[in-house]
């Protein structure tokens, strides 16, 4: 049975920085997702707080949400089958040393913080995020 899902993913500042944008979207066409919206942004440190909510008591909340608002990003709903499972597949562990290879964070991350791509982890959040970047 099919299970069409959308799911957010965030192409981070390092990556932008870099200009891998266009490379990472290829990545992701070519492992069957289509990106039904997008847009880039540079977001405020309180936004970024907002998003990044559930992390608040861990003891990188602070310097993640600082990063994520330090320059634009690109924001994106990508639609597949088992969106949400197969993004978070495809971009490996959240430490790029530990990420399988093939996978984005091997790939382009830098470092534990700047691993380059952010995937939602369930398809409630999903929802929750995708609301948040595309609501209006
Ligand atoms: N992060 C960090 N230090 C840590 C753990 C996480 O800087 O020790 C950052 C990292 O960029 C990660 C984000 O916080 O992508 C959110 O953490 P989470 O555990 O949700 O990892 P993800 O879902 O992004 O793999
Ligand atoms: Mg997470």
Known sequence: MSNIQKTLSIIKPDAVERNLQDQIKQDFINNGFEIIKEKK?????????????????????????????????????????????????????????????GTLRKKYGISIDKNSVHGSDSSENAKIELDFFFKN
Request: charged share 25%.
């Open 41 to 101: 942004i540079h977001i405020s440190k309180e936004e970024a707080e907002s998003f990044y909510k559930v992390h608040e008591s861990k003891p990188f909340y602070n310097d993640l949400c600082t990063y994520l608002s330090s320059g634009p990003i690109i924001v994106m709903s990508l639609q597949k089958d088992n969106a949400v499972m197969d993004n978070r597949k495809l971009m490996g562990a959240t430490n790029p040393t530990e990420a399988e290879e």
